[in-house]
């Protein structure tokens, strides 16, 4: 399964447990396995209810 949000959410907005749901197809963004690591991550772009979230949704810091 794939991670959707549950409602819409705003760009600036950080990812908290209550946003997220899972369903189904896999494979059509950020998978449902991987939830912990998207939690109190901050979207760098609008999402809508339903909508997939994808990596390019989230700022993920650069490693050096």
């Known amino acids: 399964k794939t991670l959707s949000v549950n409602k ?3 760009k ?3 990812i ?3 946003d997220l749901e ?3 197809p896999a494979n059509m963004g950020v998978s449902s ?3 912990k690591s998207v939690i109190g991550k901050k979207l760098i772009k609008n999402i809508k209810s339903g909508e997939f ?3 390019s ?3 993920w ?3 050096q």
């Open 61 to 63: 810091k650069k490693l």
């Open 22 to 24: 899972s369903k189904k």
């Open 12 to 14: 600036g907005k950080f």
């Open 8 to 10: 819409d959410l705003c």
């Open 33 to 35: 396995y991987e939830y």
């Open 53 to 55: 979230l994808t990596k």
């Open 16 to 18: 908290d447990l209550n």
């Open 57 to 59: 949704h989230l700022k």
